[in-house]
């Protein structure tokens, strides 16, 4: 197998929890208004997306700051270390994945955001703008723990993750009771908990469990008025680049500290045999989501988001799916929704 030059780092000390969990949790208290529709964006290379308001496990809809502070509530440090880390596993290594596949487009980039002055504490050699994601999954009552980053845009309320850690895919259904906690550690919540409004993930993930399309973006309430963004600072996007980058990634894999605390794993990624890309940093469950950074500064602790984890082979390869203009299209869908 091809060997990439690749380093994993910790980022903080860390115990507990999630590669299996409770198999049940309770519901969040939950108002009773209708549910509502979701909203279709057409885009690129065929793939299309669609918007869904965030629900707790009731089935009501996250519609006020008061829904949201509840759920914050709901999500107790005893239900968060009971959580099961989430990942997708591939089904083969892939020893010979590597191709030279030419971008799918022209290349693009949105900038990132500092946070604004005052509102960010110290970095301590993580990233404010990375953090644990926390959800119910209908199908079985199960707590599930992902990663996942800021992204800026129009709204300054948008985290990117995967696909799979708001949907379940082909026979599953939209994830509720979803937060999104900003440099996690230990239960830890320096920047609070942010509760989803509206999330968006492609057609096909959802009809289809495709892996090409394992990703989504997710808006969020603000905080006592303060957007995710202003906060923490936001990552930029970058799409349409060659598969061959320098990249740092960041998650919370389950098989490194439980989760607890964020990890990095820098090196070159290469093709994958599916048209994603691929770095083996052997990122277990609990990564999904966690951001894949081109040009990332250590100073400030942004980047620009490149992929985000999809999933890990038994040798360790990792994967993301390639951001390209239909990616691009979901943040044009999703960026300004507030």
Same mark, same amino acid.
């Given at each position: 197998m091809r060997s990439l030059r690749h380093a994993i780092i910790p980022l903080a000390a860390a115990t507990v929890l999630a590669l299996i969990g409770v198999g049940t949790a309770e519901a969040a208290p939950a108002p009773t208004e209708a549910l509502a529709t979701g909203v279709v964006a057409a885009g690129a290379n065929g793939a299309t997306s669609v918007g869904h308001t965030a629900r707790l496990s009731g089935?009501?809809?996250?519609?006020?700051?008061?829904?949201?502070?509840a759920l914050a509530r709901f999500w107790t440090p005893e239900r968060m270390a009971?959580?099961?880390?989430?990942?997708?596993?591939?089904?083969?290594?892939?020893?010979?994945?590597?191709?030279a596949l030419a971008p799918t487009g022209k290349p693009g980039t949105t900038p990132a955001a500092r946070a604004r002055s005052g509102t960010a504490g110290l970095r301590i050699n993580e990233?404010?703008?990375?953090?644990?994601?926390?959800?119910?999954?209908?199908?079985?009552?199960?707590?599930?723990?992902?990663?996942?980053?800021?992204?800026?845009?129009?709204?300054?309320?948008?985290?990117?993750?995967?696909?799979?850690?708001?949907?379940?895919?082909?026979?599953?259904?939209?994830?509720?009771?979803?937060?999104?906690?900003?440099?996690?550690?230990? $239960?830890?919540?320096?920047?609070?908990? /942010?509760?989803?409004? !509206?999330?968006? %993930?492609f057609n096909s993930w959802i009809s289809s469990s495709d892996l090409k399309r394992d990703v989504a973006m997710v808006t969020t309430w603000p905080l006592n008025g303060n957007?995710?963004?202003?906060?923490?600072? $936001?990552?930029?996007?970058?799409?349409? /680049?060659?598969?061959? !980058?320098?990249? %740092?990634?960041?998650?919370?894999?389950?098989?490194f500290n439980n989760g607890e605390s964020q990890w990095v794993c820098t090196g070159t990624t290469r093709a994958a045999s599916d048209n994603g890309l691929e770095l083996q940093c052997n990122f277990g469950g609990g990564s999904s989501g966690g951001p894949w950074l081109r040009e990332f500064n250590d100073s400030n602790g942004l980047g620009s988001v490149n992929g985000v984890m999809s999933t890990v082979?038994?040798?360790?390869?990792?994967?993301?799916?390639?951001?390209?203009?239909?990616?691009?299209?979901?943040?044009?869908?999703?960026?300004?929704?507030?």
């Open positions: 089935g009501a809809p996250v519609d006020s700051a008061s829904d949201a502070g009971h959580a099961v880390s989430l990942d997708k596993v591939a089904t083969s290594t892939r020893p010979d994945a590597a191709k990233s404010a703008a990375v953090g644990r994601v926390f959800f119910t999954n209908p199908s079985n009552g199960g707590s599930y723990a992902c990663s996942a980053s800021a992204l800026n845009s129009d709204s300054k309320q948008m985290v990117v993750t995967a696909g799979h850690c708001v949907h379940g895919g082909s026979g599953g259904t939209w994830m509720t009771n979803w937060v999104y906690v900003p440099r996690y550690r230990s $239960g830890a919540r320096p920047f609070g908990t /942010f509760a989803a409004k !509206q999330m968006r %993930t957007k995710i963004v202003n906060v923490t600072g $936001g990552h930029g996007m970058s799409w349409n /680049f060659s598969r061959t !980058q320098p990249i %740092t990634i960041f998650g919370y894999p389950g098989n082979t038994s040798a360790g390869w990792n994967e993301a799916a390639y951001f390209d203009d239909a990616v691009k299209g979901m943040f044009d869908a999703q960026g300004g929704v507030t």
